[in-house]
């Protein structure tokens, strides 16, 4: 077998043997240790909201129990299952009543402040001329894919992202 010049590719030279055997799961984007923590943290943290929910385990942070019944909300699929969109219909309702930009305009700071999505993204970030001045920033909606070029026709990669994001949205 030959051995991969370091100066002719370095990442295969470093990772080439690794690569030969590692075994990223199906449904993580890699492996590692971060990858390993980061997953029995979740385990853990799973774990844990298991046995507030059902009492096994109690605390003193206040904010806990409002993240434990959001977590008894989550867990209840049959409830979620019969329940259906029902629930966020008036927050739908609210947003297609609106008539025109003025009434967009009048609306927007609690509508931003409630967590409903907009047409756009705003926020204040660092001046790019000047560090030690803000500016206020008005961006377009973020898109699905990374750039243009994935929604472009014939890109099969794009097509698959997409599918892969509308078989999610489904689930959600």
């Known amino acids: 077998m030959e051995k991969i010049r370091i100066q002719d590719d370095l990442y295969e ?11 990223i799961p199906s449904d993580r984007p890699t492996a590692g240790g971060f990858s390993e923590l980061d997953q029995n943290v979740e385990k853990l943290l799973m774990e844990d909201f298991k046995n507030f929910a059902e009492g096994k385990k109690t605390t003193d942070i206040d904010k806990m129990s409002d993240a434990v019944e959001l977590y008894k909300k989550y867990i209840d699929i ?32 609690d509508l931003d ?16 001329n000047d560090a030690t001045k803000n500016s206020f920033i008005v961006l377009g909606p973020s898109i699905i894919l ?12 794009g097509a698959q992202l997409l599918q892969v994001w509308q078989n999610m949205a489904a689930q959600a």
């Open 113 to 128: 402040l409630s967590n409903m999505p907009l047409p756009f993204n705003f926020g204040v970030t660092a001046d790019m």
């Open 13 to 23: 030279a470093v990772n080439g043997e690794w690569l030969k055997t590692a075994v």
């Open 78 to 109: 049959d409830k979620r299952n019969k329940d259906g969109i029902n629930p966020v219909l008036p927050l739908l309702n609210r947003i297609k009543n609106i008539k025109d930009v003025n009434e967009l305009n009048a609306n927007a700071l």
């Open 146 to 157: 990374p750039d243009t070029s994935y929604y472009q026709e014939g890109n099969q990669a």
